[in-house]
Nanobody
Framework: QVQLAESGGGSVQAGGSLRLSCAAS????????LNWFRQTPGKEREGIAG????????FYADSVEGRFTISQDNAKKTVYLQMDSLKPEDTAMYYC??????????????????WGQGTQVTVSS
């Protein structure tokens, strides 16, 4: 089993920055990707960034590319999401997820077995 705990959410004005953290517990053999997703009420969960825990490969959704940066500390089993140039449309609940996604499906929520409880990010204009 894997447990994920997000932290770092909060409220910020447009143009500001936040850094989210996701600490994983459990054996790392239970996943090879750690991802960030976000969701707003009435919308589907959106994959925004992910990282391979073995090779370090990263990928981003077009909506955040160039503004968000995902990184990891393998020793701490923690993944980070640095969010810069935040926009009001980035307002959402942000979730961390772990799993073994199929090739090309890294941003699909259905590919991830383990999920955190989420942390709220609110960006005001």
């Amino acid at each position: 089993q894997v447990q994920l705990a997000e932290s770092g959410g909060g409220s910020v004005q447009a143009g500001g920055s936040l850094r989210l953290s996701c600490a994983a517990s459990g054996h790392p053999d239970n996943y090879n990707y750690l991802n960030w997703f976000r969701q707003t009420p009435g919308k589907e969960r959106e994959g925004i960034a992910g990282i391979s825990t073995t090779g370090g490969r990263t990928f981003y959704a077009d909506s955040v590319e160039g503004r968000f940066t995902i990184s990891q500390d393998n020793a701490k089993k923690t993944v980070y999401l640095q969010m810069d140039s935040l926009k009001p449309e980035d307002t959402a609940m942000y979730y961390c997820a772990a799993g073994f996604p199929l090739y090309g499906r890294w941003l699909y929520p259905s590919e991830y077995k383990y999920w955190g409880q989420g942390t709220q990010v609110t960006v005001s204009s």
